[in-house]
């Protein structure tokens, strides 16, 4: 039978505390990264007690989702492409050359798509991917769900800029917040160019946002 989340927690609480209260830093792990964002020293946070339930999300109750009837669209995550199914949105300015989110317009979470939904969303994810990492200021495109603060399904598409050897892996979305924000004429034009690829190979709707 798979572990209960009591078990989980509980082990994880003995381990802590052989540990002195708090786990230690690795010693040859991510903090000697060159990617790793902080210098000086650091401490873990403990944790603490189970909650009771897990935090609600926006669109538990489709009603209250940003995709319901007569929602007001967020101007700061404007539609850029669309289609009949799906929709990308271009992420306000931040440190990264782009982020955009990947959705269906129908209500529901990413395990609730069908195999043709499935299919669409692998088709439309490859193409974002590629136009992200032809944009000659980027060297990869980083895919992550998390899911955790909406329940409509949403993807993200985080541009890692290139040839910065602190700016990889785990701590690009870190990096993120620490760079400083793209100029917004720019962000759009590094938009235009990954949406005209989507556009171009699956069709659907350019939006000017």
């Not at 798979?2 to 830093?25: D, K, N």
């Not at 339930?53 to 007001?72: S, V």
């Not at 955009?100 to 692998?122: K, T, V």
């Not at 998390?146 to 409509?152: L, S, V």
Request: glycine share 12%; charged share 25%; aromatic share 8%.
């Amino acid at each position: 039978m798979p572990e209960s989340i009591e078990q989980f927690h509980a082990r994880v609480l003995a381990a802590q505390g052989t540990a002195g209260g708090r786990f230690p830093l690795p010693e040859d792990g991510y903090t000697t990264w060159a990617s790793f964002p902080f210098d000086g020293e650091l401490t873990v946070k403990p944790i603490g007690p189970l909650a009771a339930e897990e935090r609600p999300r926006e669109g538990d109750d489709p009603a209250d989702c940003h995709c319901a009837p007569g929602a007001t669209p967020s101007p700061d995550w404007p539609v850029r492409w669309r289609d009949a199914l799906w929709q990308i949105k271009q992420a306000p300015p931040s440190g990264s050359p782009l982020i955009l989110i990947l959705e269906p317009r129908e209500h529901g979470d990413l395990g609730d798509l069908s195999r043709e939904r499935a299919a669409e969303y692998g088709v439309l994810s490859v193409l974002i991917a590629q136009g992200m990492e032809s944009l000659p200021s980027v060297g990869r495109c980083q895919i992550g769900r998390y899911g955790d603060g909406g329940a409509h399904a949403h993807v993200w598409f985080i541009a890692r800029p290139a040839r910065m050897p602190e700016v990889r892996g785990t701590f690009n979305i870190l990096w993120d917040d620490l760079l400083p924000p793209m100029p917004r004429d720019v962000l759009r034009e590094n938009a235009d160019a990954v949406l005209g690829h989507v556009f171009a190979a699956y069709g659907g709707d350019l939006l000017d946002g």
